[in-house]
Structures are given as C-alpha cells and as structure tokens.
C-alpha cells in the first residue's frame, strides 16, 4: 500500500491514489475581504457563501468526489418508475456489502433511520446507543421515545488515546436491559461514532454487544454511515485483523446485526442518498408499505435511477485499501503536526475529521466566551479555512430553569470530504491552524447576539467581546 512503509525506510510522502480529470477552482479572497463576508454572516460560517470559502471543511457529508467509473454509471442510470435496473444493481452491492437480503433506499440516512423507528418504536420506549447521531436522537424524540448515549469512559476523555474510544459501555447497556428490558424496542450502534469523534468501535465490543442483545431477545442495528473508515481502523489497531481486507472486516462487522442505517453521503462516496437493509423480510414489508406516503415507490426510496448506480458503484470503491489507507494517513498527518508543534487536538486520530481542543487552545475564554466559535471564525479569517463548532453553541444543555449550561467539550470540528482536496492543501491547513496558535493570546470571545429557538449553531448570529469592548472605549 502507498502509504504503510517499514519503520526502516525514510518514508515516501502521502499522495493520493487518484489523479485529476475534472477540477473545481477555488477562490482566495483577502484578509480584508474575509473580514467583510464575515460581518455579513453575522460571525456564523453557516451563513457564508460557499464562494468565498477556500477550503471547506464543514462536513464530510454529500461533499465527497465520485470517480470517473461512479460519473459513468451515472449514464447507466435506469429511470423506469418501478423495478428499474438501477435498483437491482443498487440492491446487489448493498447485499454483496452486509449480507443483509433487503436494501431500501431512501434519500438519505435520516430517511432510513424516520422509516426504521416508524416502524419499530413507539411512545415511551427507549433506545440506546454508543452515541446516537442528532437525526437519529431527533428521529427517536419525533416518536416520543428516549434515546439513550452509553458510550464507554474513553470515548468521553479527549486526551485518552484509547484505540476504540467508540466501544459501547456493555455493562451500563446490561442494566439497562435488566431495569427497562420491556421498554427497549431495539439497540443501535453508531459505526464510526461520529459524535464522539470518528473513533471506531471494535469487532469486539460489537460481538459482545450482539450477544447480549441476543440474549435479550433485542434486534440490533448499525448507524453504518462510516462503516468503511471503521473497517479500516480495526485493520489498523485491532488484535487479528491486520491481514484481513477492508471488505472482510466490514462483512464481519455486518454479520453480527440485524439490520442497518446508512447515509450514502459519507461512506457511499455519493453526494445524496442512502438506505435501510434488514435482515427480517416481514419488517421489510412493513417499511416499504408505508415508505411510499413519504419516500416513494420502495424500488427508488427518493432518489434517481442515476443515484442508486452511483452508490452501487461507491459501495465497492470506498473499501479499496489504497483509498482508504491514503484517507486515513492523510488525517493522522494532520493530527500529528499539529500535536507536535504543540496544538491541542483530539487524540487518536478519527477516520473522517480532525477535532480541535478550542477550550485548551484559547484557555484566556470561559465558555460562555465560546472559544470553538472564537476558533472556528480565526481560521476563516485567517486563512479561509471553514470547519465547524462542536460546543456550547452546538450543544448548550439547559437546566431546569431554562439556564444554560456547557457543552461537555468546546471542540472545533475540521471534516475531510473524502477524495476532494490533496497533501498540498493539509500543508495549508496546518500552516494555517499554527499561525492562529502562534498569536492565540490575542484572540477575543464571542457573544450571541441573534439566536433562533431550535438548531441555534445554522441561524445565530455573533459579536466579537473584546473587539465591541475596545471599540467602546
Ligand atoms: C450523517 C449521519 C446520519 C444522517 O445521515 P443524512 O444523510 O445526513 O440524513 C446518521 N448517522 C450518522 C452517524 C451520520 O454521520
């Protein structure tokens, strides 16, 4: 593999296992010109226009690029209203992917996870989970159930370098099991945890885990939105695996569940999409009776005949060891430069993002202060760079007053979309994130100037503390 070299031989720098046939200008605007977008967006990168970003790295979701094989089968796209083509090439990777017999597309993971839990859960139930996903969460509250997180103690420890610091706390799900056995409907597993970092769960912790469901009488099902980049770290890090494939380790994870979740924007390599698989088929024939009030007719689940070929197609490449080694070295770069000019970043490396520790990188802001907001706005400013909090804008709580309290990390999230941009530009962006820690001390706090009531991160608006405190005096 490109990038797996002896610890003997001087290694050979990362590159990307691809070439380009088709590219995508970006724009440098100045720091001035940065400075205006931002007083515009009012301080909220989701309100800045793609444009007058150079390098984007919101979210790893949709934003990926499909190779030339996935553009071609684009043109295979069979567009025939029921049983098209395109589906039942769609339904043969998806089984050849999980083993699972039924594959339902959907247009995207939280449309999977909507018919799922419509189908399964009721009021007052509860769900657990390693860590659920927002949609999933949100999806669970829609039915007036409870979603439970029982990640392990690592998970929750940003200095811990624990290699599966996604595992589930098997012992807090026993109990669980053992007190409210009869209001568990189901038990997820979230693969990369994604909430918690990208980290992996283990073969395992997820063995362990299908056993006690098993002998609880409880179906489990995988949030397999980074099945792939899962597969590749416990090729990596799990005792026994290393000479397995990327394919091999995927397929085992798949065999010890019931059913599973995907969004095909993440580890389908699609830019829409995804889709429930279940191994039960009178559940099946639930779902797809009732899908097509919101979905469509069950064959297209929402999506073109050209989108269920391009996930058939990116199902097979995103297991390709040359990708997804490249994927994941290019990550660890990053976290290792930067840890090693002294950046605080979450260690180990997960399989999609680099987080940033911004209470530990700006330690002069309270959290009320929001640093990873703080953070977040210098690295556009800086150098253009979007990433995206993960902190007490994100995630505040509220006590039983209404107050609000803080998150439990004030983290900056940088997300790799997969195969989009090169070595080149992780150079720039840990150039970029070094000359903001260099001049750390300056950085001011902000406040909130504007929040709306739900999902506050998209629409607030924000103000500089110390630049309005200077400016007043
Ligand atoms: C993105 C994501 C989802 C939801 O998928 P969408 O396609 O965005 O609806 C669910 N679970 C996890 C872990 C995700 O990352």
């Known amino acids: 593999m490109l990038n797996q070299h002896p610890a003997t031989a001087r290694p050979l720098p990362i590159i990307e296992p691809f070439r380009i046939k088709c590219v995508d200008p970006i724009r440098v605007l100045s720091r001035a010109e940065r400075e205006r977008v931002l007083e515009r967006a009012g301080s909220n990168l989701f309100r800045v226009p793609a444009r007058d970003v150079l390098i984007d790295l919101l979210t790893d979701s949709g934003t990926g690029a499909m190779s030339s094989e996935q553009w071609a089968a684009l043109m295979r796209g069979d567009e025939s209203y029921a049983g098209a083509q395109s589906y039942y090439r769609f339904q043969h990777a998806v089984h050849e992917l999980t083993g699972l017999e039924h594959a339902i597309p959907t247009h995207q993971g939280r449309a999977a996870e909507f018919l799922l839990f419509g189908a399964c859960v009721q009021r007052g139930q509860l769900v657990p989970s ?42 807090a799900l026993e109990r669980a099991l053992v007190e409210h056995g009869a209001r568990v409907p189901l038990v997820m597993i979230t693969a990369t945890n994604n909430a918690g970092g990208g980290q992996p769960v283990s073969l395992a912790n997820l063995r362990a885990l299908s056993q006690l469901c098993r002998r609880h009488g409880k ?64 559940l099946a024939e639930r779902v797809r009776a009732r899908m097509v009030v919101t979905e469509g007719f069950p064959t297209y689940g929402g999506l073109s005949g050209r989108d269920l070929d391009a996930i058939a197609q990116g199902l097979v490449e995103v297991l390709e060891p040359d990708y997804l080694d490249y994927r994941h070295a290019s990550i660890r770069y990053v976290v290792d430069r930067l840890a090693a000019a002294g950046v605080p970043v979450v260690q180990p490396a997960g399989g999609h993002a680099i987080f940033l520790d911004a209470a530990r990188f700006l330690p002069q802001l309270g959290w009320r202060e929001y640093p990873g907001q ?29 107050a609000e309290l803080p998150a439990r990390h004030e983290l900056v999230r940088l997300a790799v979309p997969r195969r989009t941009y090169t070595q080149s530009h992780m150079d720039y962006v840990i150039e970029i994130v070094r000359r903001v820690h260099e001049r750390r001390g300056s950085v001011a706090g902000v406040r909130i100037v504007e929040q709306p009531a739900v999902l506050r991160h998209f629409g607030a608006r924000f103000a500089r503390v110390r630049a309005e405190i200077s400016a007043a005096t």
């Open 130 to 171: 390693n860590t659920h996903f927002d949609t999933t969460r949100a999806n669970i509250e829609d039915r007036g159930a409870i979603a439970l997180d029982l990640p392990c103690a690592e998970g929750l420890d940003t200095a811990s370098s624990h290699p599966f610091k996604g595992d589930m706390d098997l012992v």
């Open 219 to 282: 179906p489990l099902f995988l949030d397999a939105c980074r099945f792939a980049e899962n597969a590749w770290l416990l090729k990596l890090r799990e005792e026994g695996l290393a000479a397995r494939t990327p394919r091999e380790i995927a397929r085992a994870m798949f065999e010890l569940v019931d059913g599973c979740t995907m969004s095909a924007k993440k580890d389908g390599l699609a830019n829409i999409g995804g889709f429930l698989a279940l191994r039960d088929g009178a």
């Open 374 to 402: 703080a953070l977040a706005l210098e690295l556009y400013l800086e150098g253009g760079i979007r990433a995206c909090e993960v902190g007490s804008v994100m995630l505040a709580r509220r006590d039983a007053a209404g």
